[in-house]
């Protein structure tokens, strides 16, 4: 059974960094796509980045673009989204999700991944 733990989140101010960790356990770690999401207060949740299994194709949203950076250990079963520049509109419950689908056709859409984390909050004050 797979299942994510994030971690990380907390108070910063504009401008500084920020790393997030997502801890993974279940069946072989190489074999699963992950994403990140955000979702703030009233509104939908959001893609903002994705990692292919070799860790060789990344995706974007353009909001992070140039400021964050996701990337994967699969020895240790653990993914990171490293997040600087951070603004106030990027203040949000993240969350990490994973699917073991061969393909996904749209990276940054929630409903490609079958299992989720409980997320974890950042808040950016300005």
């Known amino acids: 059974q797979v299942q994510l733990v994030e971690s990380g989140g907390r108070l910063v101010q504009a401008g500084d960094s920020l790393r997030l960790t997502c801890a993974y356990s279940?069946?072989?770690?190489?074999?699963?796509?992950i994403g990140w999401f955000r979702q703030a207060p009233g509104k939908e949740r959001e893609g903002v980045s994705y990692?292919?299994?070799?860790?060789?194709?990344?995706v974007y949203a353009d909001s992070v673009k140039g400021r964050f950076t996701i990337s994967r250990d699969n020895a240790g079963k653990t993914m990171y989204l490293q997040m600087n520049s951070l603004k106030s509109e990027d203040t949000a419950v993240y969350f990490c999700?994973?699917?073991?689908?061969?393909?996904?056709?749209?990276?940054?859409?929630?409903?490609?991944?079958?299992?989720w984390g409980q997320g974890t909050q950042v808040t950016v004050s300005s």
């Open positions: 999700a994973a699917t073991d689908r061969m393909v996904i056709r749209t990276p940054l859409r929630p409903g490609e991944y079958d299992y």
């Open positions: 279940g069946p072989t770690f190489s074999s699963y796509l």
């Open positions: 990692i292919s299994k070799s860790g060789v194709s990344l």
